[in-house]
């Protein structure tokens, strides 16, 4: 049974700093790529960062370009986004996201909240 365990959110100001983790299990973790999305009330949902079945291909939104830094580790299952210089409009629930094509599966975390007071 796929699971996903999304952690590291929270209240921060203006300026602060967040680590998200995602630790996955119930799939085998190489085969995907793993995202991070976030959703905001509305529930429209835009891709913050992704990061290829190794740590070698990244890609992020323009909003969250120098300021997040999206990364995996393998042996553990576990994918992180570090997040610098949080704003208000980083608001939101983050979450997970494993796919691929090859196997045309996907998987969504529940999500974590990050709240950015002003």
């Known amino acids: 049974q796929v699971h996903f365990v999304e952690s590291g959110g929270g209240l921060v100001q203006t300026g602060g700093s967040l680590r998200l983790s995602c630790l996955a299990s119930?799939?085998?973790?190489?085969?995907?790529?793993i995202s991070w999305y976030r959703e905001i009330p509305t529930g429209e949902r835009e891709m913050v960062a992704r990061v290829g079945k190794t740590n070698s291909s990244t890609r992020y939104s323009d909003s969250a370009k120098e300021r997040f830094t999206i990364s995996r580790d393998n042996a553990k299952n576990t994918a992180y986004l570090q997040m610098t210089n949080l704003k208000p409009a980083d608001t939101a629930l983050y979450l997970c996201y494993a796919s691929s094509g090859f196997l045309s599966t996907e998987y969504w975390g529940q999500g974590t909240q990050v709240t950015v007071s002003s």
């Open positions: 119930g799939f085998t973790f190489t085969d995907y790529v």
